[in-house]
Nanobody
């Protein structure tokens, strides 16, 4: 399984970004896809996740500003981020969990200027 993330970049505070992550390889129909982030000097943390049936979970810090969605036909997960804050600056990693195994993408940098 490989995960290819894209969509990071530099944005001003209050702006928006959309991240995408496409999974390839042996993808099973039941899985969880998600986004994590790691800021400098901090531990990696969950941003949002979505199961194949559509149920979602968000970190409290991003609720109301971030929407996770997925296209099961394309094995792709998206993260729409609005009202971005400087504290959202981090490397964002996509993640896929299936059959007790966890896979990570390469990370994409999001930088929010104040």
């Amino acid at each position: 399984v490989q995960l290819q993330a894209s969509g990071g970049g530099l944005v001003q505070g209050g702006g928006s970004l959309r991240l995408s992550c496409a999974a390839s390889g042996s993808i099973f129909s039941i899985n969880v896809m998600g986004w994590y982030r790691q800021a400098p000097g901090k531990q990696r943390e969950l941003v949002a996740s979505i199961i194949s049936g559509g149920s979602t979970n968000y970190a409290d810090s991003v609720k109301g500003r971030v929407t996770i969605s997925r296209d099961n036909a394309k094995n792709t997960v998206y993260l729409q981020m609005n009202s971005l804050k400087p504290e959202d600056t981090a490397v964002y990693y996509c993640n896929l969990q299936q059959r007790a195994r966890v896979y990570w993408g390469q990370g994409t940098l999001v930088t929010v200027s104040s």
